[in-house]
């Protein structure tokens, strides 16, 4: 019998990754998405004759509930919420009840329906916010500088309460920033990279940028998915960090973007004080020494490549719609 599991948020950038994934490895996969007027699958619409579809909502304690019997998975990922950081200041009590009330709602889901289901939890490296510790670890204190960090603190918590509690296979994948051709436009990565192919293709004059001196952690979403996967095989569950383990700065980013398309961007990036946070968070580099030793995961893209696959990628999308 082929395994079976459960994606939320599975027509975001991590979920249409995970189903590649999930299927190339035989399981049958089936996904929540909200109910709405206007579809948006563009990233999973190349594996839609192969995954399940099924409509529930985080904010519906009912329909989750639903989701889990019709589907009946060895495996939840959970994977939805507002994840955007900008918007969670503008929307700060919609993340919180998307981002850290959703995941007690799909724990107690799997609680009600069967607790021998696997969980895994989308955590996140903005949970350190106000780094105390770095490179930052399993065991580093949080100190979330957003609301949708302090809510990603309450959704890892919730996650380990529940692990200790009911005796739950719940566990939580600190995942640092990972990025794909699949990035929201919203993210700095897919901003930048979209921006350089407009640039370069004469649709745009200027990029206009926040703080570049901003440190992150950039990994390929393709591969931190693997890891997603390796947590759940495991004997005992636990918590990790998912990182490259190297750090480089937003006009890193921006140079390698346009030197890739032959340009030189100190004559296209506008900084604008619009794009700056209220409390920003200005280093985060992930010690991924646990992940290693103990699911034998690596990451296998480099930054630069990284960043080339996206450039790449978003100059063929505008040269097609030129």
Known sequence: MSKRALITGITGQDGSYLTELLLSKGYEVFGVVRR??????????????????????????????????????????????????????????????????GVTKVLEAVRAVNPKIRFYQASSSEMY????????????????????????????????????????????????????????????????????????????????????DAKRDWGFAGDYVEAMWLMLQQDTPDDYVVAT????????????????????????????????RPAEVDLLIGDPAKAKAKLGWTPKTSFKDLVHMMVDSDLARWEAKK
């Open 129 to 212: 916010g106000k780094v105390l510790e770095v490179p930052q670890r399993e065991e580093t204190p949080f100190y979330p500088r957003s609301p949708y960090g302090v809510a990603k603190v309450y959704g890892h918590f919730i996650t380990v309460n529940y692990r200790e509690s009911y005796d739950l296979f719940a566990v939580s994948g600190i995942l640092f920033n990972h990025e794909s051709p699949r990035r929201g436009l919203e993210f700095v990565t897919r901003k930048v990279t979209d921006g350089v192919a407009r640039i370069k293709l004469g649709l745009l004059n200027e990029l206009r940028m926040g703080n570049l």
């Open 36 to 101: 709405s007027s206007t579809e948006s699958y563009e990233r999973i619409e190349h594996l839609r004759d192969r995954i399940t579809l099924i409509q529930a909502d985080l904010l519906d304690q009912y329909s989750l509930i639903e989701a889990l019997k019709v589907a009946q998975p060895d495996e939840v990922y959970n994977l939805a919420a507002q994840s955007f950081v900008p918007t969670s200041w503008s929307q700060a009590v919609l993340t919180g009840e998307f981002t850290a009330l």
């Open 245 to 276: 383990g190297e750090t480089h700065t937003v006009e890193e980013l921006v140079e390698v973007a346009f030197e890739r398309a032959g340009l030189d961007w100190k004559k296209y990036v506008v900084q604008d004080p619009r794009f700056i």
